[in-house]
């Protein structure tokens, strides 16, 4: 039977599954990012400068830095050995085919989607299609914060991997709720931490609730590819992903997991060709859909955000709003000056999900502070660091610094599994920053 034991869970993976072996990491190394014939590939198309190298599972072509292309294909292999682990009993009903190309610029992307495959890429971020010519898991990096990133690789490769199970007998609602609940998976280091949300994602749930347009559940069931896609062109998908998404959590966690094995069984009868509603009437020994809509309504009106996700997405918030100050020769010196600051100026920061787009505003004090979850006992907290401590610094960098510091560092303290660090780099002509985040000791 498949297993979906523990999702909230932190993980670690066996040695056996760490990621690219040393050998592969040098291949790598050599392969994507080698510099040889530079001046002749850099004119050349992009699918003409890369070459297919393998992770431990995947087929790889990238033209990203090679630090870039070994950690998002530890990333691949990390979520492969995921998905696998918790679905290891369904049965494989196609070959795998899990090809990854990787771009650093959103023009390559979607020239060589449409030139070379035929697909239109506007708009997306990243996508598993499949075609006569190939079955392959595509995205780039260009302008794309880090989290995104990882939540499209994450939400995409379990599509790709779901066909090779399930091929295009998975229904849109459960396909689209797994994929957006490993999405939100924190993935740190080896370990995958599952059952994960922010509270923006759930108050859109909890709205569509209270002024009743949530989706039927019978007809989220029932519903097929064309319908759901359908509203993805018009503009209404938000709250197609966000309640899948939300009862797939409900599946797996409510009431200390009383429907899991039940939702599994769901998924194995999928697995074998079943039809969707007579699967999970069978699997759940229940015809009585509007009952079990209620339990999910009365569980998603209650659901808790959780604290990394959420301590990872008010970070970048923060970042990009510590940048727009910067800009304007304003340093805060303190947190609540920050939010006051940011508040003042109308700062918004918007994030593209799957189907929708998020905006965060400075007007939401939740922005600046991180809830506590069942992680950890302790209450997890930013950290404004108005003049961190620098390192040893060259004649250089002091006068660089002189004329131009960098930006306040902000920090948790006490937060489950790993504590985050805004760290600053200048630009390359010295005259702004880039922000990143960095995963530092409990």
Request: aromatic share 10%.
């Given at each position: ?9 932190v993980?670690?993976l066996s040695?056996?599954?760490?990621g ?10 050599l392969v ?7 001046q002749?590939e850099a ?7 890369t070459?297919p190298v393998?992770?431990?599972?995947y087929?790889?072509?990238s ?14 292999d ?12 369904l049965q ?9 190309m ?6 390559d992307?979607q ?7 035929g ?14 010519k190939?079955?392959?898991?595509a995205?780039?990096?260009?302008n ?11 939400h995409?490769?379990w599509h790709?991997?779901?066909?090779s199970r399930?091929?295009n007998d998975?229904?849109i609602w459960?396909?689209?709720g797994?994929?957006?609940?490993f999405?939100?998976?924190a993935?740190v280091?080896?370990s995958?931490i ?10 859109r749930?909890r ?8 989706i ?5 069931l029932?519903?097929?590819g ?9 503009g209404n998908?938000?709250?197609?992903y966000?309640?899948?998404w ?5 599946l797996?966690?409510?009431d200390?997991?009383?429907?899991r094995?039940?939702f ?6 999928l697995?074998?060709?079943q039809?969707?509603e007579?699967a ?7 015809n ?14 209650a ?5 990394f996700v ?16 910067d800009?304007a020769?304003i ?13 003042e ?8 999900r799957?189907?929708?787009?998020l905006?965060m505003?400075a007007?939401?004090p ?8 069942d992680l ?15 390192r040893?610094?060259?004649?250089k960098e002091?006068l ?7 930006p306040?560092?902000i920090?948790?303290?006490k937060l489950?599994?790993r504590?985050?660090?805004?760290r600053w780099?200048r ?8 922000w990143?985040v960095?995963f530092?000791?409990?």
């Open positions: 039977m498949a297993s979906i034991q523990n999702m909230s869970l993980h670690p040695e056996a599954a760490r690219v072996p040393l050998w592969v990491g040098c291949l790598l190394l994507l990012c080698g510099p040889c014939h530079a002749r004119k050349a198309s992009w699918w003409d400068r070459q393998s992770s431990r599972h087929m790889i072509r033209d990203l830095p090679r630090e870039d292309s070994i950690a998002l294909a530890n990333h691949l990390t979520m492969y050995m995921e998905y696998s682990r918790r679905l290891s009993t494989q009903r196609a070959p795998e085919a899990l090809n990854v990787m771009f650093a610029s959103r023009d992307y020239r060589t989607l449409r030139t070379r495959f697909i239109d890429g506007t708009g997306s971020g990243g996508m598993f299609f499949v075609t006569p190939a079955t392959a898991l995205f780039y990096t260009e794309v914060p880090f989290s995104r990133i990882l939540h499209v690789i994450q995409e490769a790709q991997y779901a066909y399930f091929g998975l229904p459960v396909n689209e797994l994929a957006e609940y999405g939100e998976a993935v280091g080896r995958v599952l059952g994960q949300t922010t509270d923006h994602v759930l108050e749930v709205k569509s609730i209270s002024n009743g347009t949530a039927r559940f019978h007809d989220l029932t519903m097929s064309d319908r759901w896609n359908r509203n993805v062109r018009l998908a938000s709250i197609q966000a309640q899948s939300s009862m797939v959590h409900f797996v966690h409510a200390d997991g009383r429907y094995s039940r599994e069984q769901y998924l194995v009868r697995n074998k060709g039809e969707s007579s999970f009437i069978e699997a759940f020994g229940t009585d859909l509007v009952a079990f809509e209620r339990s999910w309504a009365e569980y998603a009106m659901c808790r955000p959780s604290s959420t301590a990872m997405q008010n970070i970048e918030f923060m970042a990009e709003g510590l940048l727009e100050l800009r020769g340093r805060p010196g303190s947190m609540e000056e920050l939010a006051g600051m940011l508040k100026i109308g700062f918004k920061f918007t994030i593209d799957h189907g929708y787009s905006e505003s007007e939401d939740s922005c600046f502070v991180i809830p506590d979850d950890d006992r302790r209450v997890p907290r930013f950290e404004f660091v108005a003049d961190p401590a620098r040893r610094q060259t004649r002091q660089l610094e002189q004329a131009n510091p960098m306040p560092i920090r948790s303290v489950s599994p504590n985050l660090q805004l780099i630009n390359e002509d010295n005259t702004g920053f880039i990143h960095d530092t000791s409990k």
